[in-house]
């Protein structure tokens, strides 16, 4: 079974510019969630999408966006991208995406450096 | 919202001896608290995780504990062996209608030295 994919694995952008990071999850994982990671802060939670729609949201500001397909796939986007971005943005699915127990498993990352 | 305090920030253990983190978190309605691992350059890998209504759980080397009274969950590895050393992470969900949000600590940097 394949695991949680991230696309791009790397990304070098410049401050104003915006970003899509996709992310496609476990077969049969309708549960995506998304995490910004940084030496400083941690493992931050940024949102969660379950059957297109948004479920869960952290305290981010409105730059941060992302959306869920049909498919499950998910994508998130940052627009006017400031250097504080720069981290690891994770991706995690989850199965059923109901219930008391839903073991996330994580996706290898995309590092975004912002310049 | 949930808040999960990790300690200590760093541990360093001798290969065979135990290792111990410690997290406490803050919502009493939180129900389900997994552990993950992530070495150098890799995502974190769930280790292993424990429900509200269970107290201890144990997989061959490594437990996990839970409080619910004082709110307070801890990781026990035991026979550390060199390829332990990474980055422990704890987290907490708060389960409000299906919602999957983690919180987590802060990580532990574990150093197991031969």
């Known amino acids: 079974k394949a695991g949680v994919t991230q696309t791009p694995r790397y990304l070098i952008k410049t401050r104003g510019q915006q970003v899509t990071l996709s992310c496609s999850p476990i077969?049969?994982?309708?549960?995506v969630s998304w995490y910004q990671q940084t030496p400083g802060q941690g493992l931050q939670f940024l949102f969660e999408y379950f059957s297109e729609t948004q479920r869960n949201k952290g305290n981010f500001p409105g730059r941060f966006s992302g959306r869920q397909f049909s498919n499950s796939r998910s994508e998130m986007n940052v627009s006017t991208l400031e250097l504080g971005d720069s981290a690891l943005y994770l991706c995690?699915?989850?199965?059923?995406?109901?219930?008391?127990?839903?073991?996330?498993?994580f996706g290898q990352g995309t590092r975004l450096t912002v310049v | 919202g949930e808040n999960v305090e990790q300690h200590p920030s760093t541990l360093s253990v001798q290969e065979g001896d135990s290792a111990v983190i410690k997290c406490t978190y803050s919502?009493?309605?939180?129900?389900?608290f997994p552990w993950y691992k992530q070495e150098l350059g890799k995502r974190p890998q769930l280790i292993i995780d424990?429900?509200?209504?269970?107290g201890e759980k144990k997989d061959q080397r490594i437990a996990v504990t839970l409080n619910k009274t004082a709110k307070h969950f801890s990781l026990h590895i035991t026979e550390t062996q060199p390829e332990d050393s990474a980055v422990y992470f704890c987290?907490?969900?708060?389960?409000?209608?299906?919602?999957?949000?983690?919180?987590f600590g802060t990580g532990t940097q574990l150093k197991v030295e031969l």
């Open positions: 995690a699915s989850s199965f059923p995406g109901t219930g008391e127990r839903t073991e996330a498993f």
């Open positions: 987290a907490a969900r708060l389960f409000t209608g299906g919602g999957n949000k983690l919180t």
């Open positions: 919502d009493s309605a939180s129900n389900y």
């Open positions: 424990i429900r509200s209504n269970v």
């Open positions: 077969s049969g994982h309708r549960s």
